[in-house]
């Protein structure tokens, strides 16, 4: 997700990474100044070798998508054309006390 904004930056381009806990998730946030995506765009992401990029080959969303669900995980888009694109995942969180989640 990070590398796809890279890529969809402009000049004055930046990139804005936040992760927290929240309600019993662990939310990760990447928003983005690029070129965004109209609806239709949006839509389409994840399928199998579909891509904005002249060079892309449509498979690391699909993969990135199919990770975010084994680990019980759910995506939100928001995208408006020449605007950027905001991306949030969500995760359950661990239990406190569990190893690891210090």
């Known amino acids: 997700?990070?590398?796809?904004?890279?890529?969809?930056?402009?000049?004055?381009?930046?990139?804005?990474?936040?992760?927290?806990?929240?309600?019993?998730?662990?939310?990760?946030?990447?928003?983005?100044?690029?070129?965004?995506?109209?609806?239709?765009?949006?839509?389409?992401?994840?399928?199998?070798?579909?891509?904005?990029?002249?060079?892309?080959?449509?498979l690391g969303l699909m993969v990135t998508f199919r990770i975010i669900e084994v680990m019980h995980g759910k995506i939100e888009i928001e995208s408006k054309k020449g605007a950027g694109t905001v991306m949030t995942v969500r995760f359950p969180a661990a239990a406190s006390g569990e190893q690891g989640t210090e």
Not at 10 to 21: N, T
Not at 27 to 53: F, H, Q, T
């Open 1 to 58: 997700m990070i590398k796809n904004s890279i890529e969809a930056l402009r000049e004055e381009g930046h990139i804005q990474i936040r992760a927290y806990r929240d309600n019993g998730q662990v939310v990760i946030r990447v928003a983005d100044n690029g070129e965004g995506m109209e609806p239709s765009e949006v839509a389409r992401l994840g399928e199998p070798y579909y891509s904005n990029k002249s060079k892309g080959t449509g």
